[in-house]
């Protein structure tokens, strides 16, 4: 979970959470894959039990954003602060394909396949963070500096059912422990990988071309052999890569999704998370500026405004809770919100 605080006019960095200004494109659909969300289901990134809401902690700028144009910001996974964590999650990505790619090694290496920096993919992972806790010190210490803090309550099942035309939303919860995650890859790789892993589908098949071109070669003088099977060679091969294709792309698409979801156990009091998204081409994204870079990102429309599945509010710790209370009440009121609870944390400022 990333953010800094910025003036209003400067989307802060690695938020996700204030909208973009015009460019905003419908993303080209990627057909989403069946076994994803079954394959992880019941696993610790979609638990069978899920809280009934979570919070984004954010700046008072972040929060008018959203509540004025009804939308988060989805950020790219690579483009986050803390960008090490994907390089943390694809030894683990690359580690289970590695094992489960053993039978296919003669055609192409799962692993090296899988291992692929996000910046470079030709899809793209999208991702807006939230947190179990309304009222966690380490977050109002990194999003509520200076007493300037919300904790935006979000209803899940509102969340989980978001319209969308990428592959997605995927609402999860971050994965810390090491041999959880483990399981949790191996589940989804065996899933997709399964009907050429787990079957005699490839060695069946490459034995029936092998056999075509012995054939041939019997057929053949003595000096035409070695021909044959140099010019069958090519050939053979296509066929077989195309049986392959298919299934290492969408475990491809999926694996970049999945990592989003597993993170240093040392991050585990944050309790995150996350909406993903993936998205299949580069023009439909908007950008906003940070730390010298354009970021890219995409809106996500959480409702017309008024009609938010927002919760509660929570202010953070805070030099003047009476003032900012008044005024928070009276903002929502005159957005449609009157009905949104609202908390201040008792937690002192200088906690």
Known sequence: MQSENLPAEQP????????????????????????FHGALANTPILPSVYPAEVFHYTTVDGLRG????????????????????????????????????????????????????????????????????????????TYGREGTGYAIGFRLDALRSLPSGFLGPLVGKIVYD??????????????????????????????RLIDEVG?????????????????????VMREMSGLVAAPLNEAMIQSLAV?????????????????????GSRHAESFRSSRGLLVPYLPVHMGDRGSLPITR????????????????????????LSAVDIEASPIPLRA
């Open 215 to 235: 054939d041939a070669a019997r057929r053949a003088a003595p000096e035409e052999v070695a021909r044959i099977f140099e010019e069958r060679k090519p050939a």
């Open 66 to 141: 959203i509540v004025e144009s009804g939308k988060i910001w989805a950020t790219e996974v690579g483009y986050l602060n803390d960008a090490s964590e994907y390089v943390y999650a694809n030894d683990i990505v690359a580690s289970v394909a590695a094992e489960l790619g053993e039978r296919l090694a003669m055609f192409v290496n799962v692993a090296e396949f899988l291992r692929i920096d996000p910046k470079d993919n030709p899809f793209q992972c999208y991702i807006f963070c939230f947190c179990e806790d309304g009222d966690l010190l380490s977050q109002w210490r």
């Open 178 to 207: 090491r041999n959880e995650q483990t399981q949790v890859v191996h589940t989804f790789l065996s899933s997709t990988l399964g009907p050429i892993v787990d079957t005699d589908i490839v060695r069946d098949k490459f034995a």
């Open 12 to 35: 802060p960095a690695g938020r996700t959470d204030l909208p973009g200004e015009g460019g905003e494109a419908t993303p080209s659909i990627v057909p989403p894959a069946a076994p």
């Open 259 to 279: 990592r989003a979801f597993l993170k240093y156990p040392r991050f585990y009091e944050e309790r995150e998370w996350r909406l993903m998204l993936v998205g």
């Open 313 to 336: 509010i929570v202010i953070g710790p805070s030099l003047h809770p009476n003032e900012a209370m008044r005024s928070l009440k009276r903002y929502l009121n005159a957005n449609g």
